[in-house]
């Protein structure tokens, strides 16, 4: 069971990127899907949340009209699509699927995003 994320990089400011996270081991048809990301010397930050059950997607104010989060079922990946990125989201972004039935709770290794000026 695992989550593995990728996609990440460096971009300048104003670029786009795309991250993936795929899972093995468990499908995500009963879980709340989130992005989650921690900057150097910050706290864990949550970026976006999607629920499999209830169809409701919830952003960070930081984040929002420039991050969409999509699920695709059929490949078991959940992506995160940045765009007009700007150097304040520079992070390590992690995925994470908590099951709305079991509670059971999986992290993803984590991708780097870094953005230049």
């Known amino acids: 069971v695992q989550l593995v994320e990728s996609g990440g990089g460096l971009v300048q400011a104003g670029g786009s990127l795309r991250l993936a996270c795929t899972a093995s081991g468990f499908t995500f048809d009963d879980c709340a899907i989130g992005w989650f990301r921690q900057a150097p010397g910050k706290e864990r930050e949550g970026v976006s949340c999607i629920s499999s059950t209830e169809g409701h997607t919830y952003y960070a104010d930081a984040v929002k009209d420039r991050f969409t989060t999509s699920v695709d079922y059929a490949k078991n990946t959940v992506y995160l699509q940045m765009n007009t990125l700007n150097p304040e989201d520079t992070a390590v972004y992690y995925c994470?699927?908590?099951?709305?039935?079991?509670?059971?709770?999986?992290w993803g290794q984590g991708t780097q995003v870094t953005v230049s000026s």
């Open positions: 994470n699927s908590r099951s709305e039935v079991s509670n059971n709770d999986y």
